[in-house]
């Protein structure tokens, strides 16, 4: 049973550029979530997200920042027009229902140049 | 706004002693206290959670405390060995014991030889 899968590992942009961020949940799991993580500091919740659905957007950044999971495929974080602030790892989890415990990906580290 | 504090930042052990690390969270209806291991360029890993119907939890040389009067839960790793070296996040769920899990900023574990 794979885990959490996230890609690319590493993606870099320049400034105004955009970023695309996938995330496949763990087979069964139809709950996913998003975090930043800046460095040396934990993880900051962003987004989570039911299949169709966004169930509480409360971490998202109000411009520039989306975030989607379609019936089919990955759930997507997008990130329009990246500015250098953007720089950080990006984590996806995955958990079977609600207040279950959450599955972490390995993550996607953002730079932007 | 909702907050977990952990404490230290830094702890170093000689390998075969005890490491504890300690939280606070601010919240009283957070009911779900994980705690994740993460080793570096990697993420988040579930190592232990604990709910707050119990106050103690233990998986062999892990242990977890949980203090509700008090809004403290502690991490308890016996016997160190070399391979425990990481940082160590705590975490509880938020406002109204939502989805979302807020992080405290992490404990780099080093485990002396």
């Known amino acids: 049973n794979a885990g959490v899968m996230q890609n690319p590992r590493h993606l870099v942009r320049r400034r105004g550029q955009e970023a695309r961020l996938r995330c496949s949940p763990m087979?069964?799991?139809?709950?996913v979530y998003w975090y930043r993580q800046l460095p040396e500091e934990g993880l900051k919740f962003m987004v989570y997200?039911?299949?169709?659905?966004?169930?509480?957007e409360s971490g998202m950044p109000k411009e520039r920042f989306s975030a989607e999971f379609p019936k089919e495929g990955p759930s997507i974080l997008r990130i329009q027009q990246v500015v250098r602030g953007d720089s950080a790892a990006y984590f996806c989890?995955?958990?079977?229902?609600?207040?279950?415990?959450?599955?972490f990906g390995p993550g996607t580290r953002l730079t932007v140049l | 706004g909702e907050n977990v504090e952990q404490h230290p930042s830094t702890l170093s052990v000689q390998e075969g002693d005890s490491a504890v690390i300690k939280c606070t969270y601010s919240?009283?209806?957070?009911?779900?206290f994980p705690w994740y291991k993460q080793e570096l360029g990697k993420g988040p890993q579930l190592i232990i959670d604990?709910?707050?119907?119990?106050g103690e939890k233990k998986d062999q040389r892990i242990a977890v405390t949980l203090n509700k009067t008090a809004k403290h839960f502690s991490l308890h790793i016996t016997e160190t060995q070399p391979e425990d070296s990481a940082v160590y996040f705590c975490?509880?769920?938020?406002?109204?014991?939502?989805?979302?899990?807020?992080f405290g900023k992490g404990t780099r574990l080093h485990i002396l030889p």
């Open positions: 989890a995955s958990s079977p229902s609600r207040n279950n415990e959450q599955f």
């Open positions: 087979k069964g799991h139809s709950h």
């Open positions: 997200l039911q299949k169709e659905n966004i169930i509480d």
């Open positions: 919240d009283s209806a957070s009911n779900y």
């Open positions: 604990i709910r707050s119907n119990v």
């Open positions: 975490a509880a769920n938020g406002r109204n014991r939502d989805d979302k899990i807020i």
